[in-house]
Nanobody, 120 residues
Framework: QVQLVESGGGLVQPGGSLRLSCAAS????????IGWFRQAPGKEREGVSC????????YYADSVKGRFTISRDNAKNTVYLQMNSLKPEDTAVYYC?????????????WGQGTQVTVSS
């Protein structure tokens, strides 16, 4: 059974840091592109970052570039999102995502989300 479990969220002051973790079970993460998304109240879910399976290249939304870093630990089957210099506008529920093949198509898997609140 495929599962993604996020952890590491919390309340942090502006300028602070958090590290989110996404632990996978039921599949091997290093064979797939893994992404982080976030959804703030009243807003649509948006892509934050992803790490490619093919060459390990990374993508970041302009709003987080230079502040967030995505990485993976294959031995732990876990992907991380290191978030530095956090701003109030980073407040959102953060979700881990994987798209896995299924038959001729694919299935999107999401974690349950972890709340990040940036506030003084």
């Amino acid at each position: 059974q495929v599962q993604l479990v996020e952890s590491g969220g919390g309340l942090v002051q502006p300028g602070g840091s958090l590290r989110l973790s996404c632990a996978a079970s039921g599949f091997t993460m290093d064979r797939y592109t893994i992404g982080w998304f976030r959804q703030a109240p009243g807003k649509e879910r948006e892509g934050v970052s992803c790490i490619s399976v093919s060459d390990g290249s990374t993508y970041y939304a302009d709003s987080v570039k230079g502040r967030f870093t995505i990485s993976r630990d294959n031995a732990k089957n876990t992907v991380y999102l290191q978030m530095n210099s956090l701003k109030p506008e980073d407040t959102a529920v953060y979700y881990c995502h994987a798209e896995l093949p299924y038959g001729l198509g694919s299935i999107d898997y999401w974690g349950q989300g972890t709340q990040v609140t940036v506030s003084s």
